[in-house]
């Protein structure tokens, strides 16, 4: 059986996407986990990220739903909110 990603899985995103301060520019899949960020440099720390449901940041960006298919190990990346995404490896 094939998992499929649901709308309910847990996404981490960073406190300016959470707050809706900043729109969604990279989504990462590194090591199979949704991340999503606005692109700025973050501290690596719990404080600077939250969990929330998948569904909940598609909904607040319909865009995102492109990258439903984004493979575990792959980002992708827009050079601004109305660019095309950009997949690659992640470097790990």
């Known amino acids: 059986?094939?998992?499929t990603a649901s709308n309910h899985d847990?996404?981490?995103v960073c406190l300016h996407v959470f707050d809706s301060l900043?729109?969604?520019m990279l989504v990462s899949r590194s090591g199979g986990d949704w991340?999503?960020?606005c692109g700025a440099?973050?501290?690596d720390t719990p404080a600077n990220y939250r969990v929330v449901g998948k569904g909940h940041i598609l909904?607040?960006?319909p865009t995102l739903r492109e990258l439903?298919?984004?493979a575990v190990n792959w980002e992708a990346e827009r050079p601004s909110i109305n660019g095309a995404w950009?997949?690659?490896?992640?470097s790990e």
């Open 35 to 37: 991340v999503f960020l």
């Open 68 to 70: 439903a298919d984004l």
């Open 22 to 24: 900043r729109p969604v």
């Open 86 to 90: 950009v997949r690659r490896p992640t």
């Open 1 to 3: 059986m094939t998992h």
């Open 59 to 61: 909904d607040q960006d």
């Open 41 to 43: 440099d973050h501290e």
């Open 10 to 12: 847990k996404a981490y």
